[in-house]
Structure formats: structure tokens, C-alpha cells
């Protein structure tokens, strides 16, 4: 089955800097991957999503990019504020997001 | 709308007790989820309904049990609880093949922390 590694597990930035998240999957019949964020005590909440035919997409600050040959993709967010902090998941789905196997998470502290 | 609710928020369970958490979706989805999340790991799908009678397992579903007999509503079931299942339980629905232009998102309730001593 699919399997998701995502990293770095925990990162901490300043706030105004940019935070990149990365993630590989090992099934190259996905095609699609969502990015969650969930704040502490919540349930997860979509941020942004791509799909497999697409290479970038930006939403505001956030940005998500896919390189299907390597089968990687990554979570860009610019001009980080503290209410980013949060515990961020990739996720990857063969059937357009019906089932997604999901990332171990990565913590974002953001320090004002 | 409510969204996803789910209950209780907590619960501590003694080994070998049986227990229903609850889940109620108000959106009318007709795809509903299970997943667990261990502390400091991504979630796991436990078990997945695609609509009113139709159930099947996911990566973890061994020691629960889930049915569906309507729209809004997907219990999940433990019996015998174990130390393992100690975790975070969250329950989630898609408008997944509703033609819906958010078709793929999944919406998650706020979970129940479950402990078993």
C-alpha cells in the first residue's frame, strides 16, 4: 500500500520568515495530496490540496508543489505569523482523495 | 451546521470494557471515516462507510467495529479495549462522488481521547 514520509517532524522559525514542509510518497498511482493543519485540540482542517496533473498551486501565503517523477511534494508558507503554528499533515490518495494515507505530521512553532 | 460532532471528548476505559464513540455529520455525506492518532503520528484509518449499509476496513480495524445505518450517523466499537487502542479517535465525512467542487475534502470532528488502564 501506499506509504507517506513527511519531514522535518518539528520546525521552528521566526515569524515573518518562510517554513518549507516536504513530503515523498511511494505509490505513483496517486494523485492526489492534501495538506491538513491542525491546531492543538481540533480536529485536522484542509489548507490547501493538489492534484496529480497540476505541478504548483497558491493559495495567499501558502504554496504547494509536486514533482511527480520524484514523487515528492512540498508546503511552502511565506511571511509565517504566529497563528501558523499549528501541526501540519501531508496526505496522499490513489482515488482523488477517498482514501488518504497520511504523513507522521510536522510541528510548526512560529516565534514572534 | 453542526458539521461533525462526535462524543464523549474524553474517555478512560479499564482493560477489557466496551465502548460506542459517537459520530453525527449534519452535511449530508455520504462517505464517513475512522481514524486514530497516536501521540506524535499521523492518523490511521481504522474502518470507512460509503454510504447507509455499506462499511469496510481500513489499515487498522482490528479490535473495533463500526455500522451505518444512516446518513448522518457512524458509532465506532470497541470491545475488550486493550492498552493499544489508547488514542485519539476522530471521525470524518467527504461529499466524496457528490460531484461537489470541494468533492475531495474531508472534514474531521474535534475527536475523542480515549485512555485504557
Known amino acids: 500500500g501506499e506509504n507517506v514520509e513527511q519531514h522535518p517532524s518539528t520546525l521552528s522559525v521566526q515569524e515573518g520568515d518562510s517554513a518549507v514542509i516536504k513530503c515523498t510518497y511511494s505509490?505513483?498511482?496517486?494523485?492526489?495530496f492534501p495538506w491538513y493543519k491542525q491546531e492543538l485540540g481540533k480536529g485536522p482542517q484542509l489548507i490547501i490540496d493538489i492534484r496529480s496533473n497540476v505541478g504548483e498551486k497558491k493559495d495567499q501565503r501558502i504554496a504547494v508543489t509536486l514533482n511527480k517523477t520524484a514523487k515528492h511534494f512540498s508546503l511552502h508558507i511565506t511571511e509565517t505569523q504566529p497563528e501558523d503554528s499549528a501541526v501540519y499533515f501531508c496526505a496522499a490518495s490513489i482515488n482523488a482523495g477517498n482514501m488518504l494515507t497520511f504523513g507522521g505530521g510536522t510541528r510548526l512553532m512560529v516565534k514572534p | 451546521n453542526a458539521g461533525v460532532t462526535q462524543t464523549p471528548k474524553f474517555r478512560i476505559l479499564k482493560i477489557g470494557q466496551s465502548m460506542t464513540l459517537q459520530c453525527t455529520q449534519d452535511?449530508?455525506?455520504?462517505?464517513m471515516y475512522w481514524y486514530r492518532q497516536d501521540p506524535g503520528m499521523g492518523l490511521k484509518l481504522i474502518y470507512y462507510s460509503v454510504g447507509a449499509g455499506i462499511t469496510d476496513k481500513g489499515e487498522v480495524p482490528n479490535g473495533y467495529n463500526v455500522s451505518r445505518s444512516t446518513t448522518e450517523d457512524f458509532p465506532l466499537r470497541l470491545e475488550l479495549a486493550a492498552p493499544s487502542q489508547t488514542s485519539v479517535y476522530f471521525c470524518?465525512?467527504?461529499?466524496w462522488g457528490s460531484g461537489a467542487p470541494s468533492y475531495n475534502e474531508q472534514f474531521f470532528g474535534p475527536g475523542t481521547r480515549l485512555t485504557v488502564l
Open positions: 505509490d505513483s498511482a496517486s494523485n492526489y
Open positions: 452535511m449530508n455525506h455520504n462517505y
Open positions: 470524518a465525512s467527504s461529499p
